[in-house]
């Protein structure tokens, strides 16, 4: 048993070393009198490397972990080394920031690293239970980061804004898990659906969508975006450039796991629902994104349009299109940070 459990948290070593790193950063940044805070941005920085370095080396696995609750398959991994690859650019263009800004709010560096450890686990996660365990993980320190700057007053409203909806929508999601366990009498998503996809179609349908609510609105698809445009214009750009990459790609690899396996009994219902989603999500991110005077709320709605596209391959997941949504995620992390990267080096702080 012990040596069952030794060999699983051989496969968790990346989030151990996040989970060390945060605790090292927020010792550097409360002990270390002179340079703490800039010191615990590199501690974070350098917990994210050693993080990278040993998820290379962790071996994919096909074997469920922990009794059910977390797979470290190729899946995991990918979608593993976006997000650190999304808190990485996003440490490093904070440096910049806050040089600028002659402000450095130290604890923004292991609460990124905080939110990184749940992101991680998440996109590993097959049980209902360790999935929104690991989903609250993450979006928690994504609600103090949106209002890290607490005394500037747009900030705190971001902070706000993104706290009390996404509280809403986790609520949501966890009534559509409720159902669920209800119908099948399991949390496991390989138990669970097998039985779902024989039991009442519109309870489970009803059961689908309010599961998906809660990711529709971290990923910021339409009509779950209303939080976006506030929370990527009030918060610190170099978080933005976190906030608006690191959950999305976590959430696709959650939206993903739960399309194939929970839900796979509803290829049909699924795919209509992300069709319609991911029109509307395109249509509506575009046309607002034109009319914009604010260059972060434009990148916001555009944020938004990107989510719509990768509707589309979600939309699609099981036929030939569906691959291309890990590439899209790689691209997007990418992309975006150099989009909000060129905010900070075209108005020095960038923080509006």
């Known amino acids: 048993m012990m040596s069952a459990i030794g060999s699983d948290l051989g496969h968790l070593v990346p989030e151990i070393l996040l989970l060390a790193a945060a605790v090292a950063s927020m010792f550097v940044h409360l002990f270390v009198k002179k340079g703490g805070r800039r010191g615990a941005g590199y501690v974070a920085l350098a ?4 993080a990278g370095l040993a998820l290379a080396l962790t071996p994919p696995s096909a074997d469920a972990l922990f009794g059910g609750h977390l797979a470290v398959d190729s899946f995991a991994l990918f979608f593993k080394a976006a997000v650190l690859a999304a808190g990485a650019l996003a440490i490093v263009l904070a440096f910049r920031f806050f040089d600028v800004e002659k402000s450095e709010p130290g604890e923004a560096y292991y609460l990124m690293l905080l939110s990184i450890v749940g992101m991680t686990a998440a996109v590993s996660a097959t049980d209902m239970v360790t999935t929104y365990v690991t989903f609250e993980l993450f979006a928690i320190p994504s609600y103090v980061l949106a209002g890290i700057f607490k005394k500037e ?17 986790s609520a949501v999601m966890l009534l559509g898990m409720a159902l669920v366990f209800g119908l099948t009498g399991s949390t496991g998503y390989a138990e669970a659906g097998p039985v779902l996809a024989g039991a009442n179609g519109l309870a489970a349908l009803v059961a689908m969508s309010l599961f998906f609510v809660g990711l529709f ?30 959950p999305k790609a976590a959430v696709i690899a959650v939206l993903v796991r739960a399309m194939a396996v929970l839900f796979g009994g509803y290829t049909m219902e699924w795919s209509t629902l992300l069709q319609a989603v991911a ?43 569906g691959i291309a949504v890990p590439f899209y995620v790689a691209v997007y992390v990418i992309m975006n940070a150099a989009a909000f990267g060129l905010i900070l080096l075209i108005d020095g702080g960038g923080r509006f």
């Not at 917990?47 to 050693?50: E, L, N």
């Not at 971290?218 to 976190?242: C, N, Q, R, S």
Request: net charge positive.
């Open 279 to 321: 029109l509307a999500t395109m249509f509506w991110g575009n046309l607002a994104a034109l009319t914009q005077k604010s260059l972060k709320r434009m990148l916001a709605y555009s944020s938004i349009a990107q989510a719509g596209y990768l509707a589309i391959g979600l939309a699609s997941w099981g036929g030939s299109d």
């Open 153 to 169: 007053r747009r900030s705190a409203e971001a902070g706000i804004k993104y706290f009390f909806l996404g509280t809403l929508s």
């Open 217 to 246: 609105f971290k990923a910021a698809f339409v009509p779950f975006h209303m939080w976006a445009p506030d929370v990527y214009e009030g918060a610190p750009t170099p978080l933005v450039i976190f906030l608006s990459t690191a």
């Open 47 to 50: 917990g994210i490397g050693a």
